[in-house]
């Protein structure tokens, strides 16, 4: 679970990276 956790923190960290680039 933990692993899926970081891999979703992950997915959300990209997510903030597109915004904050636009």
């Known amino acids: ?3 899926i956790s970081l891999r979703v923190v992950a ?3 990209v ?3 597109q915004v ?3």
């Open 1 to 3: 679970q933990d692993k």
């Open 11 to 13: 997915d959300y960290d």
């Open 15 to 17: 997510d903030r990276s």
């Open 20 to 22: 904050y680039e636009q």
